[in-house]
């Protein structure tokens, strides 16, 4: 069993930042890719960015890009979400999910951030 808690999420004004956090409890042993999802009101969800758990190699959605920042401290089996610049289309719930295996889709997800930004 593996869990997965967000943390970090909240109210911000347009152009200002925030940090989110999500900790991976119990089996560790495998873990190829981490990924942050957001799924807004009315609206399905959608991939962000993910990181490589080895390589520590990032990819992100075109919408984030040179805005979002995402990180691992893998001794600590936790990713990170920098968001700069944040804009009122960002405001959704943010998901982390862990994909286990090159084979494996992210069957494992946390609980969701509600991440509001105001205009």
């Not at 009101?41 to 993910?50: D, Y």
């Not at 600590?76 to 960002?90: A, F, G, I, V, W």
Request: hydrophobic share 30%.
């Amino acid at each position: 069993q593996v869990q997965l808690v967000e943390s970090g999420g909240g109210l911000v004004q347009a152009g200002g930042s925030l940090r989110l956090s999500c900790a991976v409890a119990g089996r560790t042993n495998s873990m190829y890719t981490m990924a942050w999802f957001r799924q807004a009101p009315g609206k399905e969800r959608e991939f962000v960015t993910s990181i490589h758990w080895s390589t520590g190699n990032t990819y992100y959605a075109e919408s984030v890009k040179g805005r979002f920042t995402t990180s691992s401290d893998n001794a600590k089996n936790t990713m990170y979400l920098q968001m700069n610049s944040l804009k009122p289309e960002d405001t959704a719930v943010y998901y982390c999910a862990l994909r286990r295996t090159v084979l494996s889709s992210y069957d494992s997800w946390g609980q969701g951030t509600q991440v509001t930004v105001s205009s």
